[in-house]
């Protein structure tokens, strides 16, 4: 893809994600990608209801994340790298069956698919490999 295609799209991703219905009325303050509890607000372009639930928290000490989705916790590590670069890996998570397990599945699928980031005041907007924006995390 060539390199004005992709800041055309990190752009409107950056546009669109600043309108979201989270934002209205909120004053935007810088929020440390670390040790921040990031809550899931939107995933593949629809809003989600999460409860305080689906959540990760990345622990800059050890590059391992951890998180929560409707009833499992889950665990991994992650990588930071250049231009916002991002991979979470080695995803694992406890079995407990759960009423919404398919819409914890995706969560679970969606973080196994984040390969950049930007942080937008209290957003935390995650991309894939074609730097299409698949979820949008609040700081709580």
Same mark, same amino acid.
């Given at each position: 893809?060539? *390199?004005?295609?992709?800041?055309?799209?990190?752009?409107?991703?950056?546009? #669109?994600? /600043?309108?979201?219905?989270?934002?209205?009325?909120?004053?935007?303050?810088?929020?440390?990608?670390?040790? *921040?509890?990031?809550?899931?607000?939107?995933?593949?372009?629809?809003?989600?209801? *999460?409860?305080?639930?689906?959540?990760?928290? #990345?622990?800059?000490?050890?590059?391992?994340?951890?998180?929560?989705?409707?009833?499992? /916790?889950?665990?991994? /590590?992650?990588?930071?790298?250049?231009?916002?670069?991002?991979?979470?890996?080695?995803?694992? /998570? *406890?079995?407990?069956?759960?009423?919404?397990?398919?819409?914890?599945?995706?969560?679970?699928?969606? #973080?196994?698919?984040?390969?950049?980031?930007?942080?937008?005041?209290?957003?935390?907007?995650?991309?894939?490999?074609?730097?299409?924006?698949?979820?949008?995390?609040?700081?709580?």
């Amino acid at each position: 893809m060539k *390199t004005w295609k992709v800041i055309l799209l990190v752009a409107l991703a950056v546009g #669109l994600a /600043s309108c979201c219905a989270c934002r209205k009325g909120k004053k935007v303050v810088d929020k440390p990608l670390m040790a *921040t509890k990031w809550t899931l607000v939107e995933l593949n372009g629809q809003q989600v209801q *999460t409860d305080d639930n689906y959540y990760i928290i #990345l622990n800059g000490q050890e590059d391992r994340f951890n998180g929560r989705g409707d009833c499992n /916790s889950l665990m991994g /590590s992650y990588k930071l790298g250049e231009n916002g670069k991002m991979q979470l890996t080695g995803i694992a /998570s *406890t079995r407990a069956f759960c009423p919404d397990q398919a819409g914890e599945d995706k969560f679970f699928k969606t #973080l196994g698919d984040v390969a950049g980031y930007d942080v937008d005041g209290d957003l935390l907007m995650l991309f894939n490999g074609n730097s299409e924006l698949i979820a949008v995390m609040a700081a709580k």
